[in-house]
């Protein structure tokens, strides 16, 4: 059964970091390429990233450009989201998917296969 698997959420303050994992689990995260998305309370989930199946191209949205990277570690059967220079707007529900743009094209966040289970993120001081 393929399961994704997010962690690494929490509390930080405004210019802070955090790091997010989506583990997956009945199937090989290498065919796939993968997709972080958010969401806000009253808002919709929006793509913040993507990256292909084989980690050579990444499509990031323009609110997070220069401060989120998307990393993939096929061995490990994870993906990354490394945030930097958090900000309060950056709060939300952080959830993976499958992504069925294998190439993280101009319009992945469409075409969304599997979700995981969600993992909260806060920037408050």
């Known amino acids: 059964q393929l399961q994704l698997a997010e962690s690494g959420g929490g509390l930080v303050q405004p210019g802070g970091s955090l790091r997010l994992s989506c583990a997956a689990s009945g199937f090989t995260l290498g065919s796939y390429a993968i997709g972080w998305f958010r969401q806000a309370p009253g808002k919709e989930r929006e793509g913040v990233a993507c990256?292909?199946?084989?980690?050579?191209?990444?499509n990031d949205a323009d609110s997070v450009k220069g401060r989120f990277t998307i990393i993939r570690d096929n061995a490990k059967n994870t993906v990354y989201l490394q945030m930097n220079r958090l900000k309060p707007e950056d709060s939300g529900v952080y959830y993976c998917?499958?992504?069925?743009?294998?190439?993280?094209?101009?319009?992945?966040?469409?075409?969304?296969?599997?979700w995981g289970q969600g993992t909260q993120v806060t920037v408050s001081s």
């Open positions: 998917a499958t992504v069925l743009d294998l190439w993280c094209g101009r319009t992945w966040d469409r075409d969304v296969g599997s």
């Open positions: 990256i292909s199946s084989s980690g050579g191209s990444t």
